[in-house]
């Protein structure tokens, strides 16, 4: 599909599957009149997955914000959660809406996760836990990671938003860590309108997660917690289901664009990619870039893309320490790597249809 050069360009597009694809799936709803509270599709839709993210527990969320939420719920945990600022609003929101206390760490300035060399300087008596990111895909240090986390007795939970479908050295990343969380909302790699799922270590976190997305409920007579609606819909699971058939061509498609954008800007003095992970099966979800020393600020980088209807995005900016909503609470002066990067990073527009002569023209104009 050729692309008016002239119509905007958006960060990014929503993949969806043939049309009819989808209608075919809806039939037997109207037949059965079963909609949502795990249905037929919830439950075919959790089996492909686990086979296709190659986890082995799995329970899905009607988003990802809440299946992150409620999993930290039923971890039961208390006190402080060291966690890194450079990360979407749901990341602290999740820590903060359980009572818990965020506690920031540094990021590392190569692929912008959680700096393993400053976490457990960080670590106090109250500690429970350390909720890292796998930021634009780029997984953490995983085996460091572990290593602290085990040496204090800390739990691991992983903010997986951004690795649907990645593995390392063949493992599903949703291995890693006491448990992860995986969004498929419209905007990621895959969707299911909106949804998520959170993978986990010990089987008998099951029970707790599908009582806490279900309010609690434990029979037709008994509430034990006070849990959430955190339930996937049928219709999101149909749409999953459906876009699990296409996703490989889907991140197949990513690829060839992200490489021409390596092509282009990789070698530029001043301008920084991300550097590849031969371990790592990536998902090509983001083309992160960094202005460092470049003639241009990354704000003149966006306002000339912008004057050319092209929408880069400015993800993450500001850092979640830096929010009006946690004004006098965190200050962004502990995270000084996040804060720089926050100001010269630009996430440029990366989907399977956008077309190559776009992404040449994207390049010409930041070059
Ligand atoms: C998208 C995203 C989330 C939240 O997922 P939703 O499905 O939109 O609720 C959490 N963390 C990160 C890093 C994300 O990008």
Not at 52 to 78: C, D, P, R, T, W
Not at 163 to 187: L, Q
Not at 268 to 278: Q, S, T, Y
Request: glycine letters at 6%; one cysteine or more; a negative charge.
């Amino acid at each position: 599909m050729k692309e008016n050069p002239n119509a905007p360009v958006a960060v990014t597009r929503s993949s969806l599957p043939p049309l009819e694809e989808y209608v075919e799936m809806l039939k037997p709803l109207w037949e059965s009149a079963w909609l949502t509270n795990m249905g037929d599709y919830h439950e075919a839709f959790k089996e492909q997955l686990k086979s296709y993210l190659k986890i082995s527990n799995l329970e899905l969320f009607v988003n990802g914000h809440m299946a992150l939420e409620l999993a930290l719920q039923a971890m039961e945990l208390e006190g402080e959660v060291i966690t890194t600022p450079f990360s979407f609003a749901s990341t602290t929101h999740a820590i903060v809406r359980n009572g818990l206390e965020p506690v920031f760490c540094d990021i590392n300035p190569v692929d912008y996760t959680l700096d393993v060399e400053k976490l457990e300087g960080l670590i106090t008596e109250r500690t429970s836990a350390i909720v890292p990111v796998h930021v634009y895909g780029n997984l953490c240090d995983v085996e460091r990671i572990q290593q602290i986390a085990d040496k204090h007795h800390l739990k691991v939970v992983y903010d997986a938003a951004h690795t649907f479908g990645e593995e390392w050295e063949g493992k599903g990343v949703g291995e890693f860590g006491d448990v992860s969380m995986f969004s498929f909302h419209a905007t990621k790699v895959f969707h299911s309108i909106e949804g998520g799922a959170v993978s986990y270590r010990d089987a008998r976190l099951s029970d707790r997660l599908y009582q806490l997305k279900n309010f609690g409920i434990m029979d037709s007579e008994r509430v034990e917690y006070v849990g959430a609606n955190g339930k996937m819909n049928e219709f999101q699971a149909a749409m999953g289901i459906c876009n699990l058939r296409h996703v490989d061509e889907e991140i197949g498609k990513r690829k060839k664009l992200a490489e021409v954008y390596r092509q282009r800007l990789s070698g530029v003095k001043g301008i920084r990619l991300c550097p590849e992970n031969p371990k790592v099966r990536s998902n090509y979800a983001y083309m992160p870039v960094v202005f460092d020393g470049y003639r241009k600020s990354r704000d003149q980088v966006f306002q000339e893309l912008a004057q050319a209807h092209i929408h880069a995005r400015k993800y993450f900016y500001p850092c979640i320490n830096h929010y009006t909503c946690y004004k006098g609470r965190f200050n962004e002066n502990s995270t000084p790597v996040a804060a720089r990067i926050s100001r010269q990073i630009l996430t440029l527009p990366l989907y399977a249809d956008l077309d190559k002569e776009t992404v040449d023209r994207i390049c010409d104009i930041v070059l």
